[in-house]
């Protein structure tokens, strides 16, 4: 079982990523997706999730309208388009897989990636 991230990386306020999360071990399509983040300092902050077939979608406040989370579960691959970058989301980036709709750390997720850095700084 293995979920890798990529994407991450130095960004300027105001800047745009993409983070990849490729699945492999399981059977993608019959698990939620969600990606979490750690900001320097700080607790596991789940950022968004996405249900098994991408109907529904779930994200916290303080990146609606600047985030997207989307999967293709013919590559097994769930993304999170980040836009509108600010300094605040600065942190590693962790991808998650669980068979129930909530999951926000190692422990109560059924499987976790090693997570991927993104810097928003000028």
């Known amino acids: 079982v293995q979920l890798v991230e990529s994407g991450g990386g130095l960004v300027q306020p105001g800047g745009s990523l993409r983070l990849s999360c490729a699945a492999s071990?399981?059977?993608?399509?019959?698990?939620?997706m969600s990606w979490v983040r750690q900001a320097p300092g700080k607790g596991l902050e789940r950022v968004s999730t996405i249900n098994l077939d991408g109907t529904f979608r779930w994200i916290v406040a303080s990146v609606k309208g600047r985030f997207t989370i989307s999967r293709d579960n013919a590559k097994n691959t769930v993304y999170l388009q980040m836009n509108s970058l600010k300094s605040e989301d600065t942190g590693l980036y962790y991808c998650a897989a669980s068979r129930k709709p909530f999951c926000d750390n190692e422990y109560n997720c059924d499987n976790w990636g090693q997570g991927t850095q993104v810097t928003v700084s000028s």
């Open positions: 071990g399981f059977t993608f399509s019959a698990y939620y």
